[in-house]
């Protein structure tokens, strides 16, 4: 089959590759019908998450139909439409158990990597490194996946591949996101990154009951499409205005009552904090650069709370720790609970209260990858999201 | 690899087990190690993958004031006398004889599993069962009552044997067993199910490891890896996933771009 492969910083292949096979009981084959890039992969082509091997199979946002089942999956049957989650979760532990599926004790098959570095190693993931767990990813023709007898939702027939294929990540990441905001009637969401995620954190901030959303990050036409299609939104260009005093202008003095960090590690930024974080990256005294992470606790109202759906993996210089202790903040993070939200999603999407599908903004075959990578990352005022075909 | 082992008698590693790292040998880790985590997350590919996961492993033993390289080579570079708490009574001594561990190998971990102590006690006492989670072994067999054979992997191809009898079974709390007269790495191994309120069982694995010098030594270092522990703690995370999910989940034999079939795509 034809597999979107990881070759080196900057370097992603198409390569002809065996057929994936059932390794486990709980496995499933899935032909894949729609794959995407996420924001998340970039951090890999950017070489910034460790443990990547040359000729691993990329890609974590994928659904298809079911070809194979391992012997103990006995609610999907051949032909199956699913879409599947990008967190691989046992559905047993006490993780489980409790919807912190993205914190599964089962699922990584190299759990020494991060109980070295994180203390204790959080669920397997597709395509996304070794130290999650090593599993081939989706961008792909065919993919195995674990726990299918958990992971995978299933979706009627009827429906449209690019209104559901986001129930594998952006859609559920940009809510739980919202979600962990606790958002009261009244409320000012202030969302870093109008990337997808954060285009998905701003409807799902709606969606939850908030009164405005602004919206901050320097490519215009993101900020522009996240105002195009939500109701109350404000957006910031950080290029252009102090990011702090706009927030409070638009807050009545109050400061935003929640701060959503859709960044992640790879925050852009000319002020001097980010400036000292790309040479500290440099010399390799710090490995993550959180300009956006800081801004939005400095940002944040008093006991608001600061969300982290952006993705960290190392050591962050310059933790605020003074502001968010003075001002009693709670902090939300991690990789999202995706199980947990699918159902609900699904619904929302199958009643008609959102069409996910928005925010695609390219449509390619699965051997245009290394073209398509290359342009998100770069060229991001046109290239918001991009959808692969691996059958086109 | 030549005894590092400075002025340290073999007493002087037992008290000083817990930590083996000076606090100055600390701060550099810590530091060294965020580099090198760094580095390594900069570098991306397969060293950089090594130079993160030493970098992690040196924050680590920054942190905790415990290396695990360090132990495996018996070395202690903490002679400052300083204290720490004692929380693992393991009571290692370990030594190398030409660089191969020999001595008494004690090794104790514990991990929680959300079943019962009964469903837990009857899958472990089954021995036969034990290959399909202990990585070494490759069968074991009832021979008795109180008697088993035990056949475990050894490299070439080869096989160790030898015969073990059950020293106590307490159901549902408590199992012992140590190998008999003959076998060439004497071990004996207790594991106890302690029920918690609400979080399933904890179990607690104790294993006792004669290890030999010598050819025998390599062949110690073969089956249960440099760090006995970290097998041990391997068995046990992989009984915690075939008892919680009745499997234990793996990527070995799945496709990659590394297969030797694998080529770059035409169009
Ligand atoms: N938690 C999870 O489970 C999960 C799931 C999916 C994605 N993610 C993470 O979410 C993040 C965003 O993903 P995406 O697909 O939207 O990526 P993306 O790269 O398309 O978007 C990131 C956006 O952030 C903007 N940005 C950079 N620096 C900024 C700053 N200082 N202030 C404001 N905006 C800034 C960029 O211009 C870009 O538009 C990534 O870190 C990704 O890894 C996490
Ligand atoms: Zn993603
Ligand atoms: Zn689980």
Redesign the interface.
């Known amino acids: 089959?034809?597999?979107v492969?990881w070759?080196?910083?900057h370097s992603v292949?198409?390569?002809?590759?065996?057929?994936?096979?059932i390794?486990?009981?709980?496995d499933a084959i899935i032909k894949i019908t729609r794959t995407a890039i996420c924001g998340s992969d970039l951090h890999l082509y950017n070489?910034?998450?460790?443990?990547?091997?040359?000729?691993?199979?990329l890609g974590h946002e994928f659904m298809g139909e079911v070809v194979e089942t391992g012997k103990?999956v006995s609610n999907l049957k051949q032909g199956d439409k699913v879409v599947v989650p990008f967190t691989?979760a046992?559905?047993?532990?006490?993780f489980c158990?409790n919807e912190m599926f993205s914190v599964c004790?089962?699922?990584?098959?190299?759990?020494?990597?991060q109980e070295?570095?994180y203390g204790f190693a959080g669920s397997?993931l597709f395509g996304f490194s070794?130290l999650m767990?090593?599993?081939?990813g989706g961008q792909a023709e065919y993919a195995?996946v674990?726990?299918a007898d958990v992971g995978p939702i299933k979706v009627p027939d009827s429906i449209e591949d690019e209104k559901v294929l986001f129930l594998s990540d952006i859609f559920p990441t940009g809510f739980m996101a919202a979600d962990n905001c606790n958002i009261k009637e009244g409320d000012t969401v202030a969302i870093w990154g109008a990337g997808p995620v954060g285009q998905f954190a701003t409807k799902s901030a709606f969606m939850l009951g908030a009164e405005k959303v602004v919206v901050i990050d320097h490519y215009q036409d993101r900020l522009d499409f996240a105002q195009a299609n939500n109701p109350n939104v404000e957006t910031i260009n950080f290029d252009d205005v102090e990011v702090h005093d706009k927030l409070k202008d638009l807050t009545g003095g109050r400061g935003p009552d929640s701060c959503i960090d859709a960044v992640g590690l790879e925050s852009h930024g000319t002020s001097v904090d980010s400036l000292l974080d790309y040479a500290k990256?440099?010399v390799?005294?710090?490995?993550d650069r959180p300009h956006a992470l800081r801004q939005a606790i400095f940002c944040v109202r008093k006991g608001g709370t600061v969300s982290i759906p952006g993705a960290y993996?190392?050591?962050m210089d310059k933790f605020p720790i003074g502001a968010a202790f003075n001002k009693g903040l709670t902090f939300k993070m991690g990789q999202t609970h995706m199980q947990a939200y699918m159902p609900r999603l699904l619904a929302a999407v199958e009643e008609g209260k959102i069409d996910p599908s928005f925010v695609i903004s390219h449509r390619l075959n699965l051997?245009e990858a290394p073209m398509a990578y290359d342009n998100f990352n770069t060229e991001k005022n046109q290239w918001r999201k991009v959808v692969l075909n691996p059958n086109g | 690899m030549q005894q590092k082992n400075k002025n340290n008698s073999m007493t002087d590693i037992l008290t000083n087990m817990n930590t083996n790292v000076s606090p100055v040998e600390r701060f550099v880790s810590a530091t060294a190690g965020g580099a090198l985590l760094a580095y390594g997350l900069k570098r991306g590919g397969g060293l950089g993958t090594v130079f993160s996961l030493l970098g992690g492993s040196l924050a680590f033993r920054g942190t905790t004031g415990h290396c695990h390289v360090y132990e495996a080579m018996g070395v202690d570079t903490n002679q400052g006398g300083e204290t720490a708490p004692r929380n693992f009574k393991s009571g290692k001594s370990k030594t190398y004889e030409n660089g191969l561990l020999s001595g008494k190998v004690h090794v104790s971990k514990s991990l929680t599993i959300d079943k019962s102590p009964a469903e837990l006690y009857s899958f472990w006492r089954n021995f036969e069962n034990l290959p399909q989670f202990m990585e070494h072994l490759e069968s074991v067999k009832t021979t008795g009552e109180k008697t088993s054979h035990w056949k475990a992997k050894a490299p070439l191809g080869q096989s160790v044997e030898w015969d073990a009898e059950t020293t106590s079974d307490q159901e549902n709390v408590r199992i012992g067993w140590r190998s008999l007269e003959g076998a060439d790495i004497p071990n004996s191994g207790v594991v106890e199910f302690l029920p918690t309120a609400n979080r399933g069982t904890e179990v607690k694995v104790t294993m006792t490891y004669e290890a030999p010098g010598g050819a025998l030594g390599a062949m110690f270092a073969k089956l249960f890896g440099e760090e006995p522990s970290q097998q041990v703690y391997g068995d046990l995370y992989r009984f915690k996933s075939l008892m919680e999910s009745g499997e234990v989940i793996t990527v070995e034999g799945q496709t990659s771009g590394r297969e030797p079939q694998a080529k770059k795509a035409t169009a």
């Open positions: 089959m034809k597999a492969c070759m080196g910083k292949q198409v390569m002809d590759v065996p057929d994936p096979k390794l486990n009981d709980r070489g910034y998450i460790p443990s990547m091997m040359q000729g691993d199979i103990a691989i046992c559905g047993n532990c006490f158990k004790d089962n699922s990584n098959p190299k759990p020494e990597g070295t570095a397997g070794h767990g090593g599993f081939a195995r674990p726990f990256a440099a390799f005294l710090a490995t993996g190392g050591f051997s």
